[in-house]
């Protein structure tokens, strides 16, 4: 599972085929997957429920009506994720500055302990400007761990504590077993996919004459051949999918990368860090780098938030006066706790009123660490954002985190939003993937083929209660912008009271086939966030 809590159409389509247990049957004929992905309407993020018919947030609603000769105040999101290319044509002129900081003289500057930190900072990298691509999952971290004390041990051999440890372990060998099946699993099959796909071209465009076709065209062949009606069948399942080769190819990268990465016990990438990883009070390791290796994930997080409204170019971003603080955490794996508290110690005291958080794991043995950095923020008056995870769990009885529940305490972060994902359609708009709960989870916002910024000047479709998050935030730096006297709290309550809420309208239970529920106990909101009913209701807080 990709823990950085986003689903592309490749990552749909090999759930689609995992749980259909599709692949190449006994006598050799493909059989389809009946999931068929939508297109999503243009821009429907933003989109009002009532003016434009589409579940969006109303931003577009509350520009045009709200917010003309209104001022705004320049707010400082902090994104947490992969890495932003901050030279994104849409995103550039909404990258956060450190004044205090001379770009590429070596030198910390505003002395906060990180040199050159000019727009963010690295926590998965070194001084040298190398970075961590790949890592494992934190399941995989433990598993090696305790593997090395409890393997080959019955319970017999322990009592107390260590017989508490033993039964973890049990756990984490189950878990990791299950994980490593799944991926070996996946990969065989998508393997299967990519050679049916191929053959199918190849013979396609063999009958056909032609190198470039359309669907309508392999499906009006007539043809008693058996490679051709194998073929139509193939092409006309991709195609009911909106996938393409490169989608599959995808879905292939992903569960191969587990394999040999976020899996691998013997891989072990922190070296590249040259931090001492077990003093989790270590503060200062890192470099400047905020892009990374592969800033596609952080880049559509961003797009989502604050895109250039005003370029003409690209797409439109929910808040209009904000910058982007870049801090790079998590790779392609899980991120690790003590990177994550140090990226909230950095975002809160350099000057962030809100955090975005598109990530999530099933394990965190230094919970109590990263509670700390969350108490600070809370303390410090900054609103944190998260996303609840694509699993389709019930997170009110599966563990999730980071989470808003402290360990030591039994309290709650007050000032943290945690963010299910909706989608536009009109009955089922409570996404499949998504995580939930009535007590767990905030609020819900647009998650489903969201169109944002990715590197190079490029745009893509993704979707996950990764998108999801950061529309949430978007709203919430939005809102803030025109009434900068909200406090952490008061924003907070205006995001939940605002919503739009659906009642008592049934939708399929996320993770479920056919199992129903109202939407409203999806949440403890009770629906979906959305930018007009807050700025209006902030008015009020003044």
Known sequence: MFKKLFFSVALVLSIGLLKAQTS???????????????????????????????????????????????KSKTVIVAIIDSGIDIEHEDLKDKIWVNKGEIAGNGIDDDKNGYIDDVHGWDFIGNANGECVSHDNLELTRLYVKYKKVYDGKTAADFKGKQLDEFKFYEELKADFEKESQQAEQMVGMLNNFMT????????????LNKDVYTNDEVQSIQSDDAE?????????????????????????????????????VDFDPRGIVGDDYSNTKEKFYGNANVKGSDAM????????????????????????????MVIRTVPDGDERDKDVANSVYYAVDNGAKIINMSFGKAYSPN?????????????????????????????????????????????????????????????????????????????FAPGVEIYSTTPENTYKNLQG????????????????????????????????????????????????QSDTMEFSKLCNSGGIVNAYNALKLAESYK
């Open 367 to 443: 919970k109590d660490v990263v509670d700390a950095a969350f108490k600070y923020a809370e303390k410090k008056g900054v609103l944190i954002v998260h996303a609840a995870g694509n699993d389709g769990q019930n997170n009110d009885v599966t563990k999730n985190y980071p989470n808003a529940y402290y360990l030591k305490s039994k309290k709650v972060c007050k000032t943290w939003i945690e963010v299910g994902a909706s989608s536009w359609e009109s009955k089922n708009f409570a996404a499949g993937f998504s995580n939930y709960g009535q007590k767990s989870v905030d609020v």
């Open 24 to 70: 190449m049957e006994a006598d050799q004929t493909y059989v389809a997957v009946t999931d068929t992905i939508l297109k999503a309407p243009s821009n429907w993020f933003n989109l009002d429920p009532q003016t434009d018919m589409v579940r969006g947030v109303s931003t577009e609603k509350a520009y045009s009506e709200l917010l003309p000769n209104k």
């Open 297 to 324: 994930h952080g880049t559509h997080v961003a797009g989502i938030i604050g895109a250039n409204r005003n370029n003409k170019i690209g797409i439109q971003g929910i808040a209009n006066d904000i910058q982007i």
């Open 228 to 264: 051709i009606a194998k073929a139509k069948q193939v092409l006309g399942t991709i195609a009911s999918m909106n996938i393409g080769i490169d989608d599959i190819k995808e879905g292939l990268d992903h569960y191969d990368n587990q394999l040999k990465y976020n899996l691998n």
């Open 465 to 512: 209660t990764s998108m999801a998050c950061p529309v949430v935030t978007g709203v919430a730096a939005l809102v803030l912008s025109y009434y900068p006297n909200l406090t952490a709290l008061q924003l907070k309550d205006i995001i939940l009271k605002s919503v739009v809420n659906d009642g008592s309208s049934m939708v399929t239970v996320p993770g479920t």
């Open 196 to 207: 049916a796909y191929t053959n199918a071209d190849i013979a396609v465009k063999k009958f």
